[in-house]
């Protein structure tokens, strides 16, 4: 029962008597690398995919780039990650990135905040979404039948690749307000997904997402890539960041066979 106590006192005083720095990377040299790890002669070339599991799970949010559109800019979205902290030439501990972004960026989910200064100002906010509903079987299709609460909508803007375009495109299909309103008068409708920056048509964007957020029964999520989707019912998993007070938030949402 004493061998414990005495192996840490040990260890501890050899720790303050030997005058090594708090952290020992700190005086390591290329010979003798911080931690005692050895470089590797050859760095691996990392894997990006679209598909996981053989084909059964499917990643439908876009990667973050610089040419990315952002909505009503014609710039992308430059400087979006920056390194703060970085190890290069042994100058820090760890690398540090930091994001500089709006929260309606990318693949993303709207909160009824967005649109709603009442609803904004009560709190509700990314962080008070349903995972039921973002989490649940979904229809990838324009055919709706009854019942059907999910269903992702794949339009011309896969199409014609906007969202691969940097210069941010009004043209876009969306729903117009009319159109918004039948879809919550005639389906039970609960989560809208689409293909571009916004669910609704750059002309009646405003009026279409005040039609889907207002009774706060639907979530809508926004710029999809959906171009290897094929159409059929999925289970969909959506995972905004629980960002408290934010009336937006990047999401990571995948499609599972």
């Known amino acids: 029962m004493e061998l414990l ?27 003798e690398p911080a931690c005692g790890v050895k470089e590797e002669a050859a760095v691996p070339v990392p894997e990006r995919r679209e598909e996981f599991d053989g084909g059964r799970i499917l990643d439908i949010s876009h990667y973050y780039r610089e040419d990315m559109p952002a909505f009503e800019s014609a710039e992308g979205t430059p400087g979006f990650l920056r390194l703060a902290r970085s190890m290069r030439n042994g100058s820090d ?6 994001l500089r972004l709006t929260a309606h960026s990318g693949t993303h989910v709207d909160a009824p905040g967005h649109v709603f200064e009442h609803y904004y100002d009560a709190g509700f906010d990314v962080d008070t979404l349903d995972l039921a509903v973002l989490n649940a079987d979904v229809m990838e299709s324009l055919h709706i039948p009854k019942g059907v609460r999910r269903v992702l909508f794949r339009t011309l803007n896969t199409d014609r690749k906007l969202i691969w375009k940097k210069e941010f495109d009004s043209s876009y299909v969306g729903f117009m307000e009319d159109g918004a309103q039948w879809l919550i008068d005639n389906t039970d409708i609960q989560l809208v997904g689409v293909d571009y920056l916004s669910v609704g048509a750059y002309d009646e964007c405003i009026p279409a997402h005040l039609v889907f957020l207002d009774k706060r029964e639907v979530i809508l999520v926004e710029a ?34």
């Open 5 to 31: 106590p005495f192996l840490l006192l040990l260890l501890v005083g050899a720790t303050v008597a030997s005058g090594e720095p708090a952290y020992p990377g700190y005086g390591a040299t290329e010979a």
């Open 93 to 98: 501990i760890a690398n540090f990135s930091e």
């Open 224 to 257: 999809l890539n959906l171009e290897h989707v094929a159409t059929g019912i999925y289970t969909l998993h959506c995972l905004p960041l629980r960002l408290r007070g934010a009336e937006g938030s990047p999401a990571r949402c995948i499609l599972i066979k």
